[in-house]
């Protein structure tokens, strides 16, 4: 096992095991911290990618669904960090991946609502000013009824989000000022459910042929 390791930093084993949903690895991290709950804590929620994103960003951004399951039996940890590129929480990594895959809407609905069930807060926007609810497939109902289910449970809990307590909070619930050529192409829209979902499709394709 530890040839297996050598050169690799525990943050670098940490981001590989959120990408491949090794949680054999992350066990053996969180074990090696002998029950010392503060630098349990601090690695889980501290950890951070080149690209900004926090370990469950990571894990959400490649469904990893046993590892995440692990990172939320965690002390204290961060349901609802902030990624630097997009401003996303990991709710909103979640359904990307969700549209990303659509022969795994099973699985992300698992995901999603185990996420949802641990605290992921469905009101917090990121920088294109877009909950995560408004990123999903139109023609994914199943996910999107999920997702008002928990937004409606938030909204009888609280009026409001405190965004000082949310890990990078720049932009949650902010209108922060958007770039032109920054607009969200998995973005919201408007009109009837075929107009809808063939201007959803027109932006995928642009995207992925840039």
């Known amino acids: 096992m530890a040839a297996e390791h ?6 670098q084993r ?8 090794n949680v054999d690895d992350l066990q053996e991290i969180i ?6 709950e503060a630098k349990i804590s601090d690695l889980m929620n501290n ?18 669904h046993w590892v995440i399951n692990l990172l939320l039996d ?3 940890f961060e349901c609802d960090p902030i990624n630097r590129r997009e401003g996303d929480t990991p709710l909103h990594c979640a359904v990307r991946w969700a549209n990303d895959n659509p022969t795994k809407r099973q699985d992300a609905l698992a995901l999603i609502d185990m996420m949802l069930e641990a605290g992921s807060d469905t009101r917090v926007k990121n920088k294109a ?14 996910l999107k009824d999920l997702i008002q289910e928990a937004e409606q449970a938030n909204l009888n809990a609280a009026d409001l989000v405190d965004t000082n307590d ?15 050529d920054e ?24 995207r992925q042929g840039r």
């Open 47 to 64: 950890t951070v990618s080149p690209m900004g994103d926090y370990l469950y960003h990571v894990a959400a951004k490649h469904g990893s």
């Open 129 to 142: 000013k877009l909950t995560a609810i408004q990123l999903v497939d139109p023609s994914n109902k199943q």
């Open 6 to 11: 050598d050169g690799a930093t525990i943050q």
């Open 31 to 36: 074990d090696g911290c002998k029950g010392d």
């Open 166 to 180: 949310v890990k990078g909070n720049n932009s949650a619930f902010i209108d922060i000022p958007q770039q032109d």
């Open 74 to 76: 965690q002390p204290d």
């Open 14 to 21: 940490l981001l590989g095991a959120c990408q491949r949903d």
């Open 183 to 206: 607009s969200d192409e998995d973005a919201e829209f408007s009109g009837s459910d075929d107009e809808e979902r063939a201007e959803w499709e027109r932006r995928r394709k642009a």
